[in-house]
């Protein structure tokens, strides 16, 4: 079993940042690939990005490419999603997911494990 806690939501004028984190309870974190969903209203939840246990690999969504960075640090059971140049359309509540595979993992339905979301709301 793996619980999921998301932090860093927030409302941010367009142009500026935010960092997501997802702290994971258990001591095999570590073998966990992990990924970032958003939902907006009357819209299906859409990968954001995704990364492997490892952190070597690493997945985006093309709306965010060059935008958004993954990253994960296994000592501390962490994900993380650095957000930045946010657009309006960037708003939605975003979801940490965790399944236990060493590749990166881009389908929502294949993710065993889901934090509760943390509302990101971008200003124009």
């Known amino acids: 079993q793996v619980q999921l806690v998301e932090s860093g939501g927030g409302l941010v004028q367009a142009g500026g940042s935010l960092r997501l984190s997802c702290a994971a309870s258990?001591?095999?974190?570590?073998?966990?690939?992990m990924g970032w969903f958003r939902q907006a209203p009357g819209k299906e939840r859409e990968l954001v990005a995704a990364?492997?246990?490892?952190?070597?690999?690493?997945s985006y969504a093309d709306a965010v490419k060059g935008r958004f960075t993954i990253s994960r640090d296994n000592a501390k059971n962490t994900v993380y999603l650095q957000m930045n140049s946010l657009k309006p359309e960037d708003t939605a509540v975003y979801y940490c997911?965790?399944?236990?595979?060493?590749?990166?993992?881009?389908?929502?339905?294949?993710?065993?494990?889901w934090g509760q979301g943390t509302q990101v709301t971008v200003s124009s």
């Open positions: 997911a965790a399944q236990r595979r060493a590749s990166v993992v881009v389908n929502a339905y294949e993710y065993d494990y």
């Open positions: 258990g001591r095999t974190f570590g073998r966990y690939a």
């Open positions: 990364i492997s246990w490892s952190g070597s690999t690493t």
